[in-house]
């Protein structure tokens, strides 16, 4: 009988409880051998242990005469790996890696060795012999964690000391160590010397010499690097290369031309860089399509290879057009199920068009596939036994070179899932699995939702601590007709628990900056989604360049487990710089006072930035960011503190803005501005955000294009303090290039004198925008904007700045920047220079119909826009006409033809509009002096010929080019 | 007063006693143990079975390790592919001349306990060399493709290792040859199918338990 059970060490990494559970020898029980070995086993099972020994002591104990001692020697795991001294290249991730060193995994002794022998390895690639790599191993007996630190000394980097060339190489030697671009150089010269060696510089050659030959139709050429010759002496490398350049390869095609860049897409062998008889098919299978594609639908393609002489191949393909056609008609016949509409969303082919699709889009091979597709889509939906034919009829309709598609379709019988059995899961699981799978009972039966089930059951039992889950499923035929049983069998496995979640590699990050992220906590059930949800929002924190996770000792056989987390911390500093130009057509000349109705300007711009990450190690951020154009000279710092209080929800800014801009070309403002902003992420879609602003901003006078009158009133220096909120709603489905959805804002501030505020306001800004797909590519999108400014106090007139101004590519087409709403016009005491002077109203609205147009990347859009900007709220009108030259409170209305163009960062856009009630005005023509010189209680005559106001209008066409879709 | 003594006398022989090491790990490949234990019974039931006193030195250890593992790589393949093996009732017809030698069951039960093995680890050992023969065998011989002319020279190469041997035409031994050519591929096959294991798998052995 067994008295007692000792472990020696008494602290063991498990829990005396889970050892109880785990351990087959129990006090009390008779001491077995078979139980001593099983002993063993499980515990080396559990990944714990490098040793164990069991040993018997005699006892006293009247509870039996023996006592088991177990005594174990532990294991270590992989915890932080780190260095100092990078020289990059490599770079610290690369070498790092190079270490292979998993985190998490067992430490064996000698592990550290072979880690510093496979960096040595990374570093001699990149030219880094002399290195010298020394490590300290930290050990951790209470979690297991070995961390090693490396300290690299690289000392020089080797650079190229010639290159040896063998093989059969038909080029001149000068030539190939040219491609190699070892030498010191610039472009076509080369200087005396060699360049560093660095592993992308090695490959770098080695491919280019590879393109050269390649340039020159060798397609099956070998380049290979032999070897890498290393001179201490000299601190030099010469690598040996091994080329085959192989036969030349003519490609050529007969009776009809492609285009070599189209043909090296269309032949495979100049990808595979290989000539066979399967790669020839293929690329005439594809030059085939590609004919079809372009409305030659019975081409013919053929191939011939011959060998000329010695090292010359050459490959006709022989191409029969035969008559172009069109695709004139789908027709889709025997659904019952799905109508038309839904089926016709899942083929690719198409018929003629006027813009789109000349010939219409058609392959055989597309037809082929849109079969399978619909045959798919009747399957995915029980229809098992479903058949779908697809047919080319010639002279479609009686017409001579029009094909049409016809698909027949055989739905048969529909199949549903009679019963579901869940075995193997408890009852509240199973009730669980069965409201997020997709098969159920009365359900249709597919094999897709089969395969969908099985990873939604997986999914749901390797996320709740079930990391050997299995699931196995099975079908009988019901009783009833077209109908299954389907029998669902889980074995779940061992659950496995969090024992901890271990942190490291915080340097100046602090600890609970980094805990206030992770999800997961002790006791858990190990869920892998929670442990990727912890390790996106460490890296949405910003401040880590690699957030490495893992179980630590992951194959071993134990109920509660170590959760790491590597952090590599990012550099402190980033910064960045730009280059960019800005086309507008905006108000007249900057001395002048021609062109009120706008000119257009070509602005370039430079931008720089620099960021802090991190600050004081919370992750907090501080930058500058600079632009200057010869519009708008623009500075701003601040501070944002992501994650705020340690709440992902919340974002809080700081920041201050210096702004001297020109962009409304009735005066140049000058703005100092501090915000402070909390943003609240209420949901995915809804964001709240409360902001404080205060701002000065002065009119610089020399730039005003006002009536002197006016300066006193509307150019005066202004201090605002605004408190405002703003509501965020965006339900679009891509905010690039939207297809369906909803978008409102809402923005609400008051200016008032408890806030510093010189001028008393309040101030509502409404956006609303929706999107309606017609069809796949077809949407409608329309959007109204609203804005009301309501002075309460202060200084009489609202200032200038303070004001809306609009029109231009966002708001209304018909007007150029920042044109719109009321204008400097002539008085019993201003003589009016027709520059817009902002509104304190607005109210837009605009519609859009987008399509596609040619091809797949270019679209169309046909627009109506109106609205104006209003002198006032109770002067909003939908009136169409213009009441005089002095009222712009009417409606302007623009209609008008854009093109897009897709690009990964949103299409590029070009409108023209008209509009048909575009405003008139009387403007100045002539200079400040001038100006100046008019007296507006004279009659005209007694005034200089310049003050004679000049009847204008803005131009009934416009054009705008820009960047992403208008809303 | 005399109870108390006793008990002070048996606890304090109890302390002096020393431990006595029931079993210990003695190598490991991967997750698998082969203990100590192990290792000395293989050995004492292979002395039984070849009826030679057992030999329990390091180096005999290793040999009985090394022996294990493979045996394990194998019979771990065959259940991964959950081939068909012998059952446990197989072994009967192997255990049936080794009773022979023996007057009756109370002996033969006697000569076990005097070898210090157990009649279910006995079968146990050759339940376990059977299903490794017979796996052996299913895994690694289809594989064989012998043509005639590596008959043929195996045959002239086992005549010349043989000079003395009977003279025999070749197609009189080619049965005989062509076992013995295909057992020695298969145990080649074998071998280096084990090799090529034992090199993806970590294998440790506790030099102690070797010394």
Same mark, same amino acid.
Not at chain 1, 328 to 340: C, L, P, S, V, Y
Not at chain 1, 799 to 827: C, M, V, W, Y
């Given at each position: 009988?067994?008295?007692?059970?000792?472990?020696?060490?008494?602290?063991?990494?498990?829990?005396?409880?889970?050892?109880?559970?785990?351990?087959?020898?129990?006090?009390?029980?008779?001491?077995?051998?078979?139980?001593?070995?099983?002993?063993?086993?499980?515990?080396?099972?559990?990944?714990?242990?490098?040793?164990?020994?069991?040993?018997?002591?005699?006892?006293?104990?009247?509870?039996?005469?023996?006592?088991?001692?177990?005594?174990?020697?532990?294991?270590?795991?992989?915890?932080?790996?780190?260095?100092?001294?990078?020289?990059?290249?490599?770079?610290?991730?690369?070498?790092?890696?190079?270490?292979?060193?998993?985190?998490?995994?067992?430490?064996?002794?000698?592990?550290?060795?072979?880690?510093?022998?496979?960096?040595?390895?990374?570093?001699?690639?990149?030219?880094?012999?002399?290195?010298?790599?020394?490590?300290?191993?930290?050990?951790?007996?209470?979690?297991?964690?070995?961390?090693?630190?490396?300290?690299?000394?690289?000392?020089?980097?080797?650079?190229?000391?010639?290159?040896?060339?063998?093989?059969?190489?038909?080029?001149?030697?000068?030539?190939?160590?040219?491609?190699?671009?070892?030498?010191?150089?610039?472009?076509?010269?080369?200087?005396?010397?060699?360049?560093?060696?660095?592993?992308?510089?090695?490959?770098?050659?080695?491919?280019?010499?590879?393109?050269?030959?390649?340039?020159?139709?060798?397609?099956?050429?070998?380049?290979?690097?032999?070897?890498?010759?290393?001179?201490?002496?000299?601190?030099?490398?010469?690598?040996?290369?091994?080329?085959?350049?192989?036969?030349?390869?003519?490609?050529?095609?007969?009776?009809?031309?492609?285009?070599?860049?189209?043909?090296?897409?269309?032949?495979? *062998?100049?990808?595979?860089?290989?000539?066979?008889?399967?790669?020839?098919?293929?690329?005439?299978?594809?030059?085939?399509?590609?004919?079809?594609?372009?409305?030659?639908?019975?081409?013919?393609?053929?191939?011939?290879? &011959?060998?000329?002489?010695?090292?010359?191949?050459?490959?006709?393909?022989?191409?029969?057009?035969?008559?172009?056609?069109?695709?004139?008609?789908?027709?889709?016949?025997?659904?019952?199920?799905?109508?038309?509409?839904?089926?016709?969303?899942? &083929?690719?082919?198409?018929?003629?068009?006027?813009?789109?699709?000349?010939?219409?889009?058609?392959?055989?091979?597309?037809?082929?596939?849109?079969?399978?597709?619909?045959?798919?889509?009747?399957?995915?939906?029980?229809?098992?036994?479903?058949?779908?034919?697809?047919?080319?009829?010639?002279?479609?309709?009686?017409?001579?070179?029009?094909?049409?598609?016809?698909?027949?379709?055989?739905?048969?019988?529909?199949?549903?899932?009679?019963?579901?059995?869940?075995?193997?899961?408890?009852?509240?699981?199973?009730?669980?699995?069965?409201?997020?799978?997709?098969?159920?009972?009365?359900?249709?039966?597919?094999?897709?939702?089969?395969?969908?089930?099985?990873?939604?059951?997986?999914?749901?039992?390797?996320?709740?601590?079930?990391?050997?889950?299995?699931?196995?499923?099975?079908?009988?035929?019901?009783?009833?007709?077209?109908?299954?049983?389907?029998?669902?069998?889980?074995?779940?496995?061992?659950?496995?628990?969090?024992?901890?979640?271990?942190?490291?590699?915080?340097?100046?990050?602090?600890?609970?900056?980094?805990?206030?992220?992770?999800?997961?906590?002790?006791?858990?059930?190990?869920?892998?989604?929670?442990?990727?949800?912890?390790?996106?929002?460490?890296?949405?924190?910003?401040?880590?360049?690699?957030?490495?996770?893992?179980?630590?000792?992951?194959?071993?056989?134990?109920?509660?487990?170590?959760?790491?987390?590597?952090?590599?911390?990012?550099?402190?500093?980033?910064?960045?710089?730009?280059?960019?130009?800005?086309?507008?057509?905006?108000?007249?000349?900057?001395?002048?006072?021609?062109?009120?109705?706008?000119?257009?300007?070509?602005?370039?711009?430079?931008?720089?930035?620099?960021?802090?990450?991190?600050?004081?190690?919370?992750?907090?951020?501080?930058?500058?960011?600079?632009?200057?154009?010869?519009?708008?000279?623009?500075?701003?710092?601040?501070?944002?503190?992501?994650?705020?209080?340690?709440?992902?929800?919340?974002?809080?800014?700081?920041?201050?803005?210096?702004?001297?801009?020109?962009?409304?070309?009735?005066?140049?403002?000058?703005?100092?501005?501090?915000?402070?902003?909390?943003?609240?992420?209420?949901?995915?879609?809804? %964001?709240?955000?409360?902001?404080?602003?205060?701002?000065?901003?002065? &009119?610089?006078?020399?730039?005003?294009?006002?009536?002197?009158?006016?300066?006193? /009133?509307?150019?005066?220096?202004?201090?605002?303090?605004?408190?405002?909120?703003?509501?965020?709603?965006?339900?679009?489905?891509?905010?690039?290039?939207?297809?369906?959805?909803?978008?409102?804002?809402?923005?609400?501030?008051?200016?008032?004198?408890?806030?510093?505020?010189?001028?008393?306001?309040?101030?509502?800004?409404?956006?609303?925008?929706?999107?309606?797909?017609?069809?796949?590519?077809?949407?409608?999108?329309?959007?109204?904007?609203?804005?009301?400014?309501?002075?309460?106090?202060?200084?009489?007139?609202?200032?200038?700045?303070?004001?809306?101004?609009?029109?231009?590519?966002?708001?209304?087409?018909?007007?150029?920047?920042?044109?719109?709403?009321?204008?400097?016009?002539?008085?019993?005491?201003?003589?009016?220079?027709?520059?817009?002077?902002?509104?304190?109203?607005?109210?837009?609205?605009?519609?859009?119909?987008?399509?596609?147009?040619?091809?797949?990347?270019?679209?169309?859009?046909?627009?109506?826009?109106?609205?104006?900007?209003?002198?006032?709220?109770?002067?909003?009108?939908?009136?169409?006409?213009?009441?005089?030259?002095?009222?712009?409170?009417?409606?302007?209305?623009?209609?008008?033809?854009? *093109?897009?163009?897709?690009?990964?960062?949103?299409? %590029?856009?070009?409108?023209?509009?008209?509009?048909?009630?575009?405003?008139?005005?009387?403007?100045?023509?002539?200079?400040?002096?001038?100006?100046?010189?008019?007296?507006?209680? /004279?009659?005209?005559?007694?005034?200089?010929?310049?003050?004679?106001?000049?009847?204008?209008? %803005?131009?009934?066409?416009?054009?705008?080019?820009?960047?992403?879709?208008?809303? | 007063?005399?109870?108390?003594?006793?008990?002070?006398?048996?606890?304090?022989?109890?302390?002096?006693?020393?431990?006595?090491?029931?079993?210990?790990?003695?190598?490991?490949?991967?997750?698998?143990?082969?203990?100590?234990?192990?290792?000395?019974?293989?050995?004492?039931?292979?002395?039984?079975?070849?009826?030679?006193?057992?030999?329990? !030195?390091?180096?005999?250890?290793?040999?009985?390790?090394?022996?294990?593992?493979?045996?394990?790589?194998?019979?771990?393949?065959?259940?991964?592919?959950?081939?068909?093996?012998?059952?446990?009732?197989?072994?009967?017809?192997?255990?049936?001349?080794?009773?022979?030698?023996?007057?009756?069951?109370?002996?033969?039960?006697?000569?076990?306990?005097?070898?210090?093995?157990?009649?279910? !680890?006995?079968?146990?050992?050759?339940?376990? !060399? @059977?299903?490794? @023969?017979?796996?052996?065998?299913?895994?690694?011989?289809?594989?064989?493709?012998?043509?005639?002319?590596?008959?043929?020279?195996?045959?002239?190469?086992?005549?010349?290792?043989?000079?003395?041997?009977?003279?025999?035409?070749?197609?009189?031994?080619?049965?005989?040859?062509?076992?013995?050519?295909?057992?020695?591929?298969?145990?080649?096959? @074998?071998?280096?199918?084990?090799?090529?294991?034992?090199?993806?798998?970590?294998?440790?052995?506790?030099?102690?338990?070797?010394?």
């Amino acid at each position: 009988m067994i008295a007692r059970i000792d472990f020696d060490p008494v602290d063991q990494p498990l829990p005396r409880a889970e050892l109880d559970r785990l351990l087959p020898l129990r006090t009390g029980a008779l001491l077995r051998a078979e139980d001593v070995r099983q002993t063993l086993q499980k515990l080396f099972e559990t990944g714990r242990f490098a040793d164990v020994v069991i040993d018997a002591l005699p006892s006293s104990d009247a509870a039996g005469p023996v006592i088991v001692r177990i005594s174990t020697t532990l294991n270590f795991f992989v915890g932080g790996v780190s260095i100092d001294g990078i020289d990059d290249p490599p770079n610290r991730s690369q070498l790092l890696t190079s270490a292979k060193l998993e985190l998490g995994a067992p430490f064996a002794d000698g592990r550290a060795t072979q880690a510093v022998e496979h960096m040595q390895e990374r570093l001699e690639a990149n030219g880094i012999y002399g290195a010298k790599l020394r490590y300290q191993i930290q050990r951790d007996p209470a979690t297991e964690e070995a961390s090693v630190r490396f300290q690299l000394e690289a000392g020089k980097r080797a650079r190229f000391g010639g290159v040896m060339l063998s093989g059969d190489f038909q080029r001149p030697m000068g030539n190939i160590v040219r491609s190699t671009r070892w030498r010191r150089g610039f472009g076509p010269l080369t200087f005396p010397g060699w360049r560093e060696v660095t592993e992308s510089r090695v490959q770098g050659g080695v491919d280019r010499v590879r393109r050269d030959f390649q340039k020159e139709n060798r397609l099956q050429v070998r380049v290979t690097l032999d070897n890498l010759e290393y001179d201490g002496k000299t601190n030099t490398v010469k690598p040996t290369l091994v080329v085959e350049s192989g036969p030349v390869i003519e490609v050529r095609t007969l009776g009809a031309s492609v285009s070599r860049g189209r043909l090296r897409q269309l032949i495979p *062998i100049y990808e595979e860089r290989a000539v066979d008889r399967a790669l020839l098919q293929e690329g005439s299978r594809n030059l085939t399509n590609y004919f079809q594609a372009q409305g030659y639908f019975d081409v013919a393609v053929d191939f011939n290879q &011959i060998a000329p002489a010695p090292g010359v191949q050459e490959i006709d393909y022989t191409i029969t057009r035969n008559a172009r056609h069109t695709l004139a008609g789908i027709e889709i016949a025997g659904n019952k199920f799905f109508d038309t509409a839904t089926i016709r969303e899942r &083929i690719a082919i198409h018929e003629a068009g006027t813009l789109r699709y000349r010939y219409g889009r058609y392959s055989q091979k597309m037809r082929d596939d849109d079969r399978d597709a619909i045959r798919e889509l009747y399957r995915a939906n029980g229809f098992r036994d479903a058949q779908v034919t697809a047919t080319t009829l010639d002279d479609y309709q009686g017409k001579h070179d029009d094909l049409g598609v016809r698909f027949e379709i055989q739905e048969g019988a529909q199949w549903f899932v009679d019963q579901l059995g869940i075995e193997g899961a408890s009852e509240l699981d199973a009730r669980y699995l069965r409201s997020i799978i997709r098969s159920g009972e009365g359900q249709p039966f597919s094999e897709s939702d089969l395969a969908a089930d099985r990873d939604t059951v997986l999914g749901f039992y390797f996320n709740n601590g079930y990391p050997e889950a299995n699931f196995d499923w099975s079908q009988t035929e019901s009783a009833e007709s077209n109908r299954v049983n389907l029998r669902y069998a889980v074995r779940p496995g061992e659950r496995q628990f969090v024992r901890d979640v271990l942190v490291r590699g915080l340097e100046t990050t602090r600890q609970e900056v980094a805990a206030s992220r992770i999800r997961i906590r002790p006791g858990d059930a190990i869920s892998y989604s929670q442990i990727a949800e912890t390790q996106q929002k460490l890296y949405d924190l910003g401040i880590f360049s690699k957030v490495q996770t893992a179980l630590q000792n992951p194959e071993g056989k134990e109920e509660r487990k170590y959760v790491l987390f590597q952090l590599d911390e990012a550099n402190k500093y980033s910064f960045n710089a730009g280059l960019g130009a800005e086309l507008a057509r905006i108000g007249g000349g900057v001395t002048s006072f021609d062109a009120p109705a706008g000119v257009t300007i070509f602005s370039p711009r430079v931008s720089a930035g620099i960021s802090r990450l991190n600050f004081l190690g919370i992750g907090h951020t501080v930058g500058l960011q600079a632009r200057a154009s010869t519009l708008q000279q623009r500075a701003v710092a601040s501070y944002q503190a992501a994650q705020f209080t340690g709440n992902e929800n919340l974002t809080f800014t700081v920041s201050t803005l210096f702004d001297t801009s020109r962009d409304v070309r009735t005066f140049a403002a000058r703005r100092w501005e501090g915000t402070v902003q909390l943003a609240q992420r209420l949901s995915r879609a809804n %964001i709240l955000q409360y902001r404080f602003v205060y701002r000065r901003v002065t &009119i610089d006078e020399n730039t005003l294009n006002i009536s002197p009158e006016l300066v006193p /009133l509307l150019a005066q220096p202004v201090r605002v303090g605004l408190a405002s909120a703003s509501f965020i709603q965006d339900r679009r489905d891509n905010p690039t290039d939207t297809h369906r959805g909803i978008y409102n804002t809402v923005d609400l501030g008051f200016a008032l004198p408890q806030f510093g505020s010189v001028i008393d306001y309040g101030r509502l800004v409404l956006r609303n925008s929706t999107y309606h797909p017609l069809s796949r590519d077809v949407v409608i999108a329309r959007t109204l904007q609203f804005g009301y400014i309501q002075r309460l106090g202060g200084i009489p007139k609202i200032p200038l700045g303070e004001r809306f101004f609009a029109g231009g590519a966002t708001s209304h087409r018909g007007f150029p920047a920042n044109q719109a709403g009321p204008r400097d016009i002539k008085t019993e005491t201003s003589p009016g220079t027709g520059f817009p002077l902002g509104g304190n109203a607005m109210l837009f609205h605009s519609t859009e119909l987008r399509f596609p147009l040619i091809g797949e990347n270019m679209g169309g859009v046909l627009f109506h826009d109106m609205g104006n900007v209003y002198s006032s709220i109770d002067q909003v009108s939908f009136r169409f006409r213009q009441g005089s030259y002095q009222d712009f409170n009417y409606m302007v209305q623009a209609a008008g033809f854009g *093109i897009r163009y897709r690009t990964p960062v949103g299409p %590029i856009r070009v409108d023209f509009s008209y509009s048909p009630n575009s405003p008139r005005f009387v403007g100045f023509s002539g200079t400040r002096d001038q100006l100046l010189a008019c007296n507006p209680k /004279l009659p005209p005559a007694q005034n200089p010929p310049a003050c004679v106001g000049i009847p204008q209008r %803005i131009n009934t066409f416009q054009f705008h080019f820009s960047l992403g879709q208008t809303f | 007063m005399i109870s108390r003594l006793r008990l002070a006398l048996l606890f304090t022989l109890s302390a002096a006693a020393p431990a006595e090491t029931l079993d210990r790990i003695a190598v490991t490949v991967g997750k698998y143990v082969i203990s100590e234990q192990d290792l000395l019974r293989d050995i004492r039931i292979s002395a039984f079975l070849d009826g030679s006193l057992p030999e329990f !030195g390091g180096a005999q250890k290793r040999k009985t390790a090394d022996r294990l593992i493979d045996q394990y790589l194998v019979l771990q393949d065959a259940a991964e592919t959950r081939a068909a093996l012998p059952s446990a009732e197989s072994t009967a017809a192997l255990l049936e001349p080794l009773k022979a030698r023996y007057a009756n069951e109370a002996d033969y039960l006697a000569a076990l306990a005097k070898a210090r093995i157990s009649d279910g !680890g006995l079968r146990a050992h050759l339940l376990a !060399g @059977l299903r490794m @023969l017979r796996y052996t065998s299913v895994r690694f011989r289809p594989q064989m493709q012998i043509s005639e002319e590596g008959l043929r020279a195996y045959y002239e190469a086992l005549m010349e290792q043989n000079p003395n041997a009977p003279a025999q035409s070749f197609e009189e031994n080619r049965g005989q040859v062509e076992k013995l050519l295909t057992d020695q591929q298969t145990m080649q096959s @074998l071998d280096d199918w084990v090799k090529m294991m034992r090199s993806e798998l970590r294998i440790v052995y506790r030099e102690a338990v070797f010394q």
